[in-house]
């Protein structure tokens, strides 16, 4: 006899980057398919999966907090803890009693269906399939617009910082072949964009010998798919090749996230990162001469461990140099388990004056990017959102540009005129002839 879940309600909220959306709306799909009927997130559900972050002690004091939430407003919902906190520190999660189950993502639908089937039943779900029993594929949907397609997980970088490859082990990835079919899958849900997502993206390739350019040449073929974004890639796998390809190609747009981490070599050798501050500069100049006008964000963390106010001021200068058009600034957070954990530490209030330094700087830095496109025309995914009458989208480059809202222009590419930066922070535009 088959029990069916069919009565029973889900809410998937996850709560980590853009390779966890992927993953997470992947575990809802899979729910789906075995009866589960999904509610959205501040309803009530008989179940809430729990995709968790652990990239510092900030992300995971936020999904103990939202743990502690969903309990409190569910009234005895089963909860389902998975994620990168989880992998880490499994134990600590199955003391709080607000969590009824801690999973691998490859097995919480299968766990969460097994949950719920009475004694002498059977369970009607069956277990996912991959291509790869040790990689867990998966694409977000839901979402007409765009899609973050997971092509990589894992990291062989060991930074003296970082916990991420203790908690998704060795890089590895699936064959181009099988990305591509996702890819398709994806482009037959009338999705325009496709953002390529991994732990270290760059590093496609190592488990089947192929590389992440011979992959951006398969998936520019894709049929349906009019955009891809790459989602972030280490500045010493940021090749000349790759590129030149980006600004050749028709799809791969103008748009490029690169980690520096640290402005001052002496600290990206203790980070162990693979790169010193030259390259670095020598990459984002050469994107800027194959594309002038490219966005280009950049990872900084403020308060690196033995981090000096000469160096940090040095990283400073060096950022304002260069230009790039936006900073993701992370205060530095002590993770256990890493060599990082056991330097000399910088002072927290030293850390938050550093950080907000550097927000002071991104915001000046966005603005100039922005007042680089005043006057130029570009192409833009209009989002089916409406707030306060207006409708949103992105430029090629990563321009966020507003019009007034028209329904026929959701999930629509147009040409638009970038007229300036509103107060919301968003490029007022008008209909390019």
Do not use: W
Not at 53 to 66: D, G, S
């Amino acid at each position: 006899m088959n029990y069916s879940h069919k009565s029973r309600t889900f809410c998937v909220v996850n709560l980590g980057c853009k390779l966890n959306f992927a993953e997470a709306s992947t575990i809802a799909r899979q729910l789906g398919d075995m009866g589960f009927a999904a509610v959205a997130e501040g309803e009530v559900a008989d179940v809430y999966v729990v995709h968790t972050c652990a990239v510092t002690a900030q992300a995971e004091r936020k999904c103990r907090q939202a743990i502690r939430r969903l309990a409190r407003q569910s009234g005895g919902a089963a909860i389902c803890v998975t994620g990168c906190y989880s992998l880490l520190k499994a134990d600590e999660l199955e003391q709080m009693p607000e969590v009824a189950l801690v999973a691998d993502k490859r097995e919480a639908a299968q766990k969460i269906a097994d949950y719920f089937v009475p004694a002498g039943h059977s369970c009607c779900g069956s277990r996912p399939a991959t291509a790869d029993a040790d990689f867990f594929a998966a694409y977000s949907s839901g979402d007409r617009t765009r899609s973050f397609l997971k092509v990589q997980d894992g990291c062989d970088y060991r930074c003296s910082y970082c916990t991420v490859p203790l908690a998704r082990g060795e890089s590895r990835n699936i064959p181009i072949e099988e990305v591509a079919r996702q890819a398709e899958e994806v482009a037959a849900q009338g999705v325009n964009e496709v953002v390529l997502t991994g732990v270290n993206v760059g590093d496609f390739g190592k488990s089947t010998g192929e590389s992440f350019l011979q992959l951006a040449q398969r998936l520019e073929a894709v049929q349906g798919v009019s955009r891809y974004r790459i989602s972030s890639i280490e500045p010493n796998l940021l090749t000349a090749a790759l590129v030149d390809f980006v600004a050749a190609s028709p799809k791969f747009m103008p748009h490029f996230h690169i980690p520096l981490q640290a402005g001052c070599n002496r600290v990206l050798g203790l980070m162990r990162r693979r790169y010193t501050r030259e390259l670095f500069a020598e990459r984002l100049l050469y994107i800027r001469k194959k594309m002038p006008l490219a966005f280009v964000g950049v990872d900084i963390i403020a308060g690196f461990p033995t981090e000096t106010e000469e160096e940090f001021e040095s990283a400073c200068a060096f950022l304002e140099e260069l230009r790039p058009s936006y900073l993701h600034v992370f205060p530095y957070s002590v993770r256990p388990n890493t060599p990082a954990a056991a330097m000399p530490q910088v002072q927290d209030a030293q850390i938050a004056s550093r950080a907000k330094r550097l927000g002071t700087l991104c915001g000046e830095l966005h603005a100039d990017f922005y007042r680089q496109n005043v006057g130029k025309t570009g192409s833009v995914l209009f989002e089916s959102a409406c707030r306060d009458g207006r409708m949103f989208g992105f430029s090629e480059n990563y321009v966020k540009v507003s019009l007034p809202y028209n329904p026929n222009l959701s999930n629509k590419i147009c040409r638009v005129r970038m007229l300036g930066a509103g107060k919301d922070g968003c490029m007022r535009c008008e209909a390019a002839e």
